[in-house]
């Protein structure tokens, strides 16, 4: 009996504790986490790690729908199994989100990303190489877009200031000018702090 009213007491305090923007309210996040990132259009491609961090602004449009922006630090890439070669690319993208709350504290979210290379880099058997002479050590080209759109889309769960987000970001354009065509594919997972507006 102990148990069961110790139980209700714990599921009482988790709905009635206020999570998510209400309509009209605004609030921004701090955020941090990791990326599981590859490319599509390469069957030797495999998922490499890399950090993922920055500020998240929502606006509660109604009780059960938020618009986000945000600006995040993203470290994206691949790595290419039969030659032992990393890319090593560092964006920063801006999320555009819709989310939906079909119940207190958990988000469907969806939108559009732009994102902005702000460096790369890469490594063949561990070792950093002028990314430059890639096409000459690889065959691959070394020209590479500096702009890139995505559709994120996931979850998120908020309990009282803190929001587990998962989400899975789609490339829609070629990251490499010449060859085979390579999109973002790169999931994400971050841990964030809300702070009212």
């Given at each position: 009996m102990k148990k069961i ?155 009282k200031k803190f929001v ?34």
């Amino acid at each position: 009996m102990k148990k069961i009213l110790m139980l209700s007491v714990m599921l009482l305090a988790v709905l009635t504790t206020k999570a998510q923007n209400e309509e009209g309210e605004c609030s921004w996040m701090v955020k941090a986490g990791v990326n599981l990132a590859t490319v599509t259009g390469s069957s030797d491609s495999k998922m490499i790690p890399g950090f993922a961090g920055g500020f998240e602004l929502e606006y509660g449009l109604t009780d059960q729908v938020g618009l986000s922006a945000a600006v995040i630090a993203s470290m994206q890439g691949e790595k290419e199994k039969d030659i032992d070669l990393e890319l090593l690319f560092n964006y920063v993208n801006v999320p555009l989100l819709v989310q939906f709350y079909p119940v207190k504290g958990l988000a469907i979210k969806a939108g559009a990303q732009l994102g902005f290379m702000m460096g790369k880099k890469a490594k063949i058997d561990g070792q950093k190489i002028d990314i430059d002479n890639l096409e000459a050590l690889t065959g691959m080209s070394s020209e590479f877009r500096k702009f890139d759109l995505a559709i994120p889309m996931g979850l998120s769960y908020e309990w009282k200031k803190f929001v587990l987000d998962v989400r899975y970001n789609m490339g829609l354009i070629p990251i490499n000018k010449e060859g085979d065509k390579l999109r973002n594919s790169v999931v994400q997972m971050t841990l964030g702090y809300k702070f009212p507006f």
